[in-house]
């Protein structure tokens, strides 16, 4: 069985995907990605021939070279004229529209070909994504992520520290520095989240919820709407722009 790599460079994490068509059979993340962690995929999965490379990041030159020898491979570091997407880009600029939101889009359109859905991605940024029934993609707002709020106020303050969310994760009571900084962000990335949703609900009839990314798991039992959390929807989005791409 034919298989593909899908390679997600992001400013803090590398993911990295094997596909059997529609099916991810694979993934692992790295906070360094080398060469030499793709060739053990590849040894793992000597079935793989295609792959696709998208970036924000620098990356290892050595990967791209290693790439090369499959029958397909596509890098996807900068704007690509004739890459085609099973979405219409509604943007002024959509050379401007990052790389990993043309591919969360992607998936979606994929995943629910006849729906509106707003697609949240809780990332280092939190960006707002919809897609209309009709395969438009109109980008939305873009917010700052929770570790970029915390880290802002502990930058910007003389007073205020960094916090761990992972130590203060489901804290109710605010009894220190720590905890009101933790619920200053937690909740108030929720108010602001449930208030997006909201809006677009009022402007779109049986708008579907989805949410994704690295902070996901803050989130996804916390909203008061019904939501729907898909993890890795931008290996899902690649896959399926690699599919439209590779012959």
Known sequence: MRHKLLIDIGNTISKVGVFEDKKQIFIDYFLNLTSENIQEILQKYPNISAALLCTVAKQD????????????????????????????????????????????????????????????????CITYNLIESNGCFRAGAIAPGLQMRSRAMSVFTDALPVINFEILKKEEEIYSTETALYSGCIRGIKYELEGYIDWYQQRYDFLRVVLTGGDLKYFEFSLKNKIFAIPNLVLVGLNEILDLNEF
């Open 61 to 124: 030159s050595s990967i791209e070279e290693m790439l090369k020898k499959l029958n397909t491979f596509i890098s996807w570091n900068t704007w690509l004229e004739n890459l085609k997407w099973p979405v219409t880009l509604m943007y002024k600029n959509p050379k401007t529209l990052g790389r990993d939101r043309i591919a969360v889009a992607s998936a979606i359109r994929t995943l629910y070909p006849k729906e509106n859905v707003l697609c949240i991605v809780l990332g280092s």
